[in-house]
């Protein structure tokens, strides 16, 4: 953890394993030292499985976000991945063996409107991934991205709220009114309706984890599979952004709405079969 300090919810979710099978350790993935002081703390500096998890959020017209801090974004988001990477790499190359499990995004293979600079920072991450992956392989050493959407957390709430006390008198009326009325009106609803849960997101990674042959990509919402597959049989980039466009300024956001909550509903229903299933014994 970057601040130590705020360890309470984790020691108490941790319970009698505390000490034993889970260590709290101070790290800030945007200082060096702190990265190989932590690293040097553990037993060989034997790391079998890296999962690089440290991001910030960014949303909001272009014309309102500060370069400082998109800056600091980009450190955290992307030069904190590549710093823990650098730190590990070598031991996992030397002793031919390991795993780096990176948090992406789905943003990491499309850009999302108003999300300008946090797709930036997800592409930056998919792109090293995939340039080193071939020879981290060389050295039996795994690279996988775990791709999440939209994921219900304090983190997303507190960004989100912080959107709508924001002042856009740096961009034009228009903009302002199409990211306020538009974009954060719907965005409850598409949390609520595509949203994942961190356990949820968790039990993904566990299962990249722990495959006999790791995926280099790993979606955790089907409900994307249709945008990125748009995406790849459409070099020219047409048919994405003109069902964007389409989405977001030609249809009435009342129909996007219903359509989010009848998601939710067959979402509801699905789980519910699930609980049933795993109650009666299968799997």
Same mark, same amino acid.
């Given at each position: 953890?970057?601040?130590?300090?705020? &360890?309470?919810?984790?020691?108490?979710?941790?319970?009698?394993?505390?000490?034993?099978?889970?260590?709290?350790?101070?790290?800030?993935?945007?200082?060096?030292?702190?990265?190989?002081?932590?690293?040097?703390?553990?037993?060989?500096?034997?790391?079998?499985?890296?999962?690089?998890?440290?991001?910030?959020?960014?949303?909001?017209?272009?014309?309102?976000?500060?370069?400082?801090?998109?800056? &600091?974004?980009?450190?955290?988001?992307?030069?904190?991945?590549?710093?823990?990477?650098?730190?590990?790499?070598?031991?996992?190359?030397?002793?031919?063996?390991?795993?780096?499990?990176?948090?992406? &995004?789905?943003?990491?293979?499309?850009?999302?409107?108003?999300?300008?600079?946090?797709?930036?920072?997800?592409?930056?991450?998919?792109?090293?991934?995939?340039?080193?992956?071939?020879?981290?392989?060389?050295?039996?050493?795994?690279?996988?991205?775990?791709?999440?959407?939209?994921?219900?957390?304090?983190?997303?709430?507190?960004?989100?709220?912080?959107?709508?006390?924001?002042?856009?008198?740096?961009?034009?009326?228009?903009?302002?009114?199409?990211?306020?009325?538009?974009?954060?009106?719907? &965005?409850?609803?598409?949390?609520?309706?595509?949203?994942?849960?961190?356990?949820?997101?968790?039990?993904?990674?566990?299962?990249?984890?722990?495959?006999?042959?790791?995926?280099?990509?790993?979606?955790?919402?089907?409900?994307?599979?249709?945008?990125?597959?748009?995406?790849?049989?459409?070099?020219?980039?047409?048919?994405?952004?003109?069902?964007?466009?389409?989405?977001?300024?030609?249809?009435?956001?009342?129909?996007?709405?219903?359509?989010?909550?009848?998601?939710?509903?067959?979402?509801?229903?699905?789980?519910?079969?699930?609980?049933?299933?795993?109650?009666?014994?299968?799997?």
């Amino acid at each position: 953890m970057r601040d130590t300090g705020r &360890s309470a919810a984790l020691v108490a979710a941790a319970g009698l394993v505390l000490g034993t099978m889970l260590h709290i350790k101070q790290l800030d993935v945007c200082d060096e030292g702190s990265i190989r002081a932590c690293v040097d703390s553990i037993p060989g500096r034997h790391i079998d499985v890296l999962v690089s998890n440290a991001g910030v959020g960014m949303v909001g017209p272009l014309e309102c976000q500060s370069l400082a801090a998109m800056q &600091s974004l980009m450190d955290t988001n992307f030069f904190g991945l590549v710093r823990l990477v650098k730190e590990v790499l070598p031991d996992m190359k030397r002793r031919r063996g390991g795993h780096i499990v990176v948090i992406s &995004s789905i943003m990491g293979l499309q850009g999302i409107v108003f999300n300008d600079i946090y797709a930036a920072s997800k592409f930056a991450v998919e792109g090293f991934c995939e340039s080193l992956v071939v020879q981290a392989r060389r050295f039996n050493v795994a690279i996988s991205l775990v791709e999440p959407g939209p994921v219900t957390t304090e983190f997303e709430t507190k960004l989100y709220e912080e959107a709508e006390r924001a002042d856009y008198s740096q961009t034009d009326p228009e903009t302002a009114e199409i990211f306020t009325q538009l974009y954060l009106r719907n &965005s409850r609803d598409v949390f609520a309706s595509l949203g994942q849960t961190p356990e949820d997101i968790a039990e993904h990674t566990l299962r990249v984890i722990v495959a006999l042959r790791p995926p280099f990509r790993h979606r955790t919402n089907v409900a994307f599979t249709p945008m990125a597959a748009l995406k790849h049989a459409d070099p020219g980039g047409t048919l994405i952004t003109g069902a964007f466009y389409q989405l977001v300024f030609k249809h009435d956001d009342a129909v996007l709405r219903l359509g989010l909550r009848a998601i939710r509903l067959l979402r509801w229903n699905v789980r519910k079969v699930k609980e049933g299933a795993r109650l009666l014994g299968f799997r």
